[in-house]
């Protein structure tokens, strides 16, 4: 049977889901829940995930969400490959590192900059002060060196020579503020070489796949009916404080 995922490709998490999934072979259907339209609070979504956040996955009665949980969880079930989620214990370490730093190490980074740099003053109307954007942009310079200079150094690869789940939650992150016009990679050889080999070892085509909505995000969000974002509001107070 199946697994069911429940997906909105705008969220970096999701794409990093689905790119494993798919290029893991592993069976599922996609369920696309549309946060701008508000959709993951409908009563329906909320049966799958409670805490109301994409992605989120259903095995049969089995509902849970969290993206890293959910990459283990079908690393796990479905043997996936070794080096995805190492069985050596340093190894696996060295994943679970990089997993527990990027929540704030750059998540948080990269997703202030896509919100700066493209929704505020697109979907809102709102100018972003200069010193602001500047902020955001310094936070988010010192995170990609952070990935370049401690997890990365000289390795083709987060943990080594092969790719492995790290990679994908890092690409997906990296990406967002490079949808939104900034160019991350520019000046940064290893951060732009690293990301080469991360789509040669997805594959292009699944790559980009997964990337075509945030890609073009530019263009999309020109479309967007700004008051169908009211549950967006708490996250701009905290963006412009």
Known sequence: MALELFLDMFSQPCRSVYMFAKKNNIPVEVRTVS?????H???????????????????????MGESVAMMQYM??????????????????????EYLCWQPTGV??????????????????????????????????DSSLKLIEDTFLQDKPF?????ISIADLVAVVEVMQPFA?????????????????????????????????????????????????????KPRIIRLML
Request: neutral net charge.
């Open 107 to 140: 998540r948080l980074h990269g997703s202030k900059v896509f919100w700066l740099k493209l929704m505020l003053p697109t979907v809102f109307k709102m100018e972003v002060p200069e010193e602001k954007m500047k902020g955001a942009l310094e936070d988010l």
């Open 41 to 63: 609070y409908t009563e329906e979504f909320g049966k799958i995930n409670p805490i109301r956040k994409v992605p989120a996955l259903k095995d049969g009665d089995f509902c």
């Open 180 to 232: 939104a016009g900034v160019d991350v990679f520019k000046d940064r050889p290893r951060l732009s070489a690293w990301k080469d080999r991360v789509v040669q070892a997805v594959g292009k085509e699944l790559f980009d796949e997964a990337h075509e909505r945030i890609m073009g995000a530019r263009e999309a969000v020109k479309l967007i009916d700004s008051s169908k974002m009211e549950h967006f």
């Open 158 to 162: 987060i943990i080594g020579d092969q």
């Open 75 to 96: 690393a796990e079930k479905f043997k996936t490959p070794d080096h995805w989620f190492p069985a050596d214990l340093q190894k696996r370490a060295r994943v679970n």
């Open 35 to 39: 946060l701008m339209n508000g959709e």
